[in-house]
């Protein structure tokens, strides 16, 4: 079945170690999203390729990066991670067509829950 | 700017009594609608979403929406809830892009 996946579902690092998130989807979808959902909020999105274009939310932390080498692979880096980093990670996809694409459904993938100790 | 309002962030109902999920919206064009369902420790899975057309949307798992645009609303229902149900569910919306605004979540809990 085409999918997200998402890898490694728990990830447990060390204050200020960088660590990496991976992504990867087989739906051939052209943007992929990275949300950070803390306990009992709603999903937060922190930045989203569309094709290779890199998009940024105004408030995402420097902290944090993103990487897209091709179409199925997506990577969160961060790069110092604090105590309030510690989250669920969400990866998304979507097809986007079009100037006016706000119809347009997310697939989500199951997460990466990180602590940071 | 989009943004999405979920009431009550607990809601407990019995098996078999009706799931009632509030979701008012603020969206300065018309708007795209969705629910999504989040079960412990996994992702967002799709509920149903509205677009265009007719404004009683029906989903997956028995749900169904209506959008009400005189009351700028996105209500979420289920006759009859199952111990499946159980689980967080997130109203979120769209404008003329792809990038969704999420509400809080409202925490779904069913009473045997």
């Known amino acids: 079945d085409a999918m997200v996946i998402q890898n490694p579902r728990y990830q447990v690092t060390q204050f200020g170690k960088p660590v990496t998130l991976s992504c990867s989807q087989t739906?051939?979808?052209?943007?992929m999203y990275w949300y950070q959902q803390k306990s009992s909020q709603a999903p937060k999105l922190l930045f989203h390729?569309?094709?290779?274009?890199?998009?940024n939310e105004a408030d995402t932390p420097d902290n944090f990066q993103s990487r897209r080498p091709n179409t199925s692979f997506c990577f969160l880096d961060i790069r110092s991670p604090g105590l309030g980093d510690a989250a669920m990670y969400l990866c998304?996809?979507?097809?986007?067509?079009?100037?006016?694409?706000?119809?347009?459904?997310?697939?989500f993938g199951q997460g990466t829950r990180l602590t940071v100790v | 700017a989009q943004s999405v309002t979920q009431l009550g962030s607990h809601v407990s109902v019995s098996e078999g009594a009706l799931v009632l999920l509030r979701c008012n919206y603020s969206s300065s064009v018309p708007p795209y609608l969705f629910w999504y369902v989040q079960y412990p420790n996994q992702g967002l899975q799709l509920l149903l979403k509205?677009?265009?057309?007719?404004?009683l949307v029906k989903g997956i798992n028995g749900f169904e929406a209506e959008f009400k645009k005189s009351e700028t609303s996105f209500h979420l229902t289920k006759p009859s809830a199952h111990m499946s149900d159980a689980a967080e569910y997130f109203c979120a919306v769209s404008e003329w892009n792809y990038k969704l605004s999420f509400g809080a979540g409202t925490t779904v809990t069913v009473r045997a």
């Open positions: 998304a996809t979507s097809r986007v067509t079009g100037l006016i694409a706000g119809n347009t459904e997310a697939f």
């Open positions: 509205y677009t265009t057309g007719a404004t």
């Open positions: 739906l051939n979808h052209n943007v």
């Open positions: 390729y569309y094709d290779k274009d890199f998009n």
